[in-house]
């Protein structure tokens, strides 16, 4: 267990050290993440050793809102004074995740059905 969570934060320190070093505008954790996601593309085996772990955080992961909700209660007085710029960011990040979503799903049935008939 302590090595999965060892892994999950040497990739998210590499994620910040890299935003840090060449002064990008994407979270640390985001750059993280899609250095992990390459190691397990390319080391196909650690995804089943990691596995165990990471289903436990992800069964606790209720307790990671709680910080968002701080900042929320926070800066409560700023979201009210930019409430119209967040609406509209809000939905159309949610109709541009959902649209996304449809067409990934569609392309990934039409590429099932057709390995099944072959």
């Not at 090595?3 to 002064?23: A, K, P, R, Y």
């Not at 926070?74 to 990040?93: C, Y």
């Amino acid at each position: 267990m302590l090595d999965t969570l060892l892994t999950l934060l040497i990739f998210q320190t590499m994620g910040e050290g890299l935003v840090h070093i060449l002064s990008l505008p994407i979270p640390g954790p985001v750059i993280g993440m899609l250095l992990l996601l390459a190691y397990l593309i390319v080391r196909k085996g650690v995804a089943t050793k990691l596995a165990p772990t990471t289903n436990q955080l992800l069964s606790h992961m209720a307790l990671l809102f709680v910080p968002a909700g701080v900042g929320i209660s926070v800066h409560l007085h700023r979201i009210a004074s930019e409430w119209l710029a967040i609406s509209i960011a809000l939905t159309v990040s949610t109709v541009v995740s959902i649209v996304v979503t449809a067409l990934v799903i569609r392309f990934l049935s039409r590429k099932a059905g057709k390995e099944e008939t072959q």
